[in-house]
């Protein structure tokens, strides 16, 4: 019996997960089932893909507190069924009194936690901008019909999930400590409870009323600002009133027969994805067997240099000069993985960043929509670390962001998610802290194949790498692809993380022969992926990944 017992175990874990959602003419994954079906209500009504990312992004808002937001920002890439495509970056920026130095003590040294925790976190939010704007140049049915779902929603509650709960329990002490024992999350939710958001509904209801403006120069504006001043934080009117969003370029580039279309900086998504794939792609990777230790190899390697890169060189394009065009070039990237043997591990202290002759969120959320036309849309969005600052403004009925810990607070220092930055991501008034969202489009001999994202904070770029490789190098399925253990690389810390308990032992011990340090404690989770294939049929098969309460819905 025991050795059948073992046998069953090293049987990779993904064989076992059934297939996803099989639909004909559109679908939308997201983290919650409410907000999945009431992006495809909106389809069904005649709405496109762009309203149902309105209806779906305030959804999400209601019941997906921990991540969706009206109040923190995010990145869409779109594909239109005509082929054409594009980005929009409504990602926070630093408040007009932030200073590069605002958050270390008189010796230099960082200030625990203040980056992370409380009103001195937060960023200027672009979510509501970014949604006015979507529906202003590509949405096509009122306003009143997109909001109204997430109004009714929230009026009427949100049953707890088991994975809610556990959230919920985490957070809960941090949460009324930051935001007082008033707060609607002073309270030992349990499984099966429904909350009502009735000051979020109050607030979206303020917002269809009056218009964007409502957020930034309204009511609700002067009720924010009080609020974050009161707690010590320094977002001004003028701050809210000046954001503004960004139409940008995508990153675009081939990987064999794909086209792949991602996020441009601020976004480090599209550029370190696009470093990493060129760089693996003189190998013939899908003979190297999925998830084999050179597979592992090879990949962590290619991780490893890109994401030097990424911490030395990008940052808000609006406030350096990135050299985009030598961090993409073939002979560069050939240069980079020069040093790279199969026979062992290369120690992050030998990678620096590459020579380039120019100097200058755990917790987001994704979801992916393609409508009756063809139209596709990739949204990744985010409050950055778990329910964000934990600062809840129970008049207003949402949580604040803590964007700004994804600026590099000192040169040198980790932020959350252990990423070390350098002087192109310091803080500046009004600049966009870097990110690493990464919502992807990828194309097949011209036609749309996939779309996908994750949230994951530094592992988001790898985990949107690895799926796009599981169904492409290894034909997978996508539910399979998103379902498959994930393991991660980023430079600093020099590990390869892995999901704990799903590599089987002896990849494990050959990689500790080659010198590789393995960590399977520090992310049990490595993102947390959404994705839409489009089969060869022509029909839509959903990826809802298993690691949390995520739901495909379609028609």
Known sequence: MKKYLVLFLLIPFFLYSQKGLVTEKAMVVSAREEASKIGIEIIKKGGNAFDAMIATQLALAVAYPYAGNISGGGFMVYRKANGDFGSLDFREKAPQKASKNMYLDKNGNVIPNLSTDGALSVGVPGSIAGIFEVHKKLGTLPLKDLFQPAIDLAQKGVIVSAKQKEKLDEYRNIIVTLSGDQTLYNKNFQVGDTIKYLALSSTLKQILKNGKDEFYKGKTAKKLVAFLKQKGGIISMKDLADYKVVWRKPITFNYRELKIISMAPPSSGGITLAQIMKMIEPYEVSKLGHNSTQYLQLLAEAERRAYADRNYFLGDPDFVKIPQKQLLDDSYLRDRMKNFSFEKATQSSEVSHGNVA???????????????????????????????????????GFFLNNQMDDFSSKPGVPNYYGLVGAEANSIAPQKRMLSSMTPTIVEKNGKLLMLLGSPGGSTIITSVLQTILNVYEFDMDMQHAVDSPRFHNQWLPD???????????PTLDSLNAKNYKINEKFAPVLGKVDAILVQPNGKLEGGADYRGDDKAAGF
Not at 498 to 504: C, I, Q, T, Y
């Open 358 to 396: 120019v100097y200058e969120s755990n917790e987001t959320t994704h979801y992916s929509i393609v409508d009756a036309e063809g139209n596709a849309v990739a949204v990744t969005t985010t409050l950055n670390g778990p329910y964000g600052s934990r600062l809840y403004c129970d008049e207003l």
């Open 495 to 505: 590990d390869i993380m892995v999901e704990p308990g799903k590599f089987d032992k």
